[in-house]
Nanobody, 123 residues
Framework: VQLQASGGGLVQPGGSLRLSCTAS????????IGWFRQAPGKEREGVLCLNSAGSTSYADSAKGRFTISRDNAKNTVYLQMSSLNSEDTAVYYC??????????????????WGQGTLVTVSS
């Protein structure tokens, strides 16, 4: 499975942004997909994960502001982010784990990583 993340960019505080993660070599419908991020000088952290059954796991920082969705026809998972602030500035990565390995994904040990896309929140 190859994952292609896109949609990063510069956004003002309070703004919104949607990231996309398009998969090839596998169906997002059958894989668990997650979004992670790494801010400058910090360790990579989980943001939001979606399992193949449609259940989600949110980091506290994402609750109420970020949502994850899946478009099976486009084989793409989206991360919709709103009310962005400077602390959301990071490189965002999507990742995937196999059907039975959701806990692995949530703990930050997926089977596959995509390349990152940079999100900068600044005025």
């Amino acid at each position: 499975v190859q994952l292609q993340a896109s949609g990063g960019g510069l956004v003002q505080p309070g703004g919104s942004l949607r990231l996309s993660c398009t998969a090839s070599g596998g169906s997002v419908n059958w894989w668990n997909i997650g979004w992670f991020r790494q801010a400058p000088g910090k360790e990579r952290e989980g943001v939001l994960c979606l399992n193949s059954a449609g259940s989600t796991s949110y980091a506290d920082s994402a609750k109420g502001r970020f949502t994850i969705s899946r478009d099976n026809a486009k084989n793409t998972v989206y991360l919709q982010m709103s009310s962005l602030n400077s602390e959301d500035t990071a490189v965002y990565y999507c990742a995937a784990s196999s059907y039975s390995a959701y806990d692995q994904l949530v703990r930050g040990h997926p089977n596959y990583w995509g390349q990152g896309t940079l999100v900068t929140v600044s005025s």
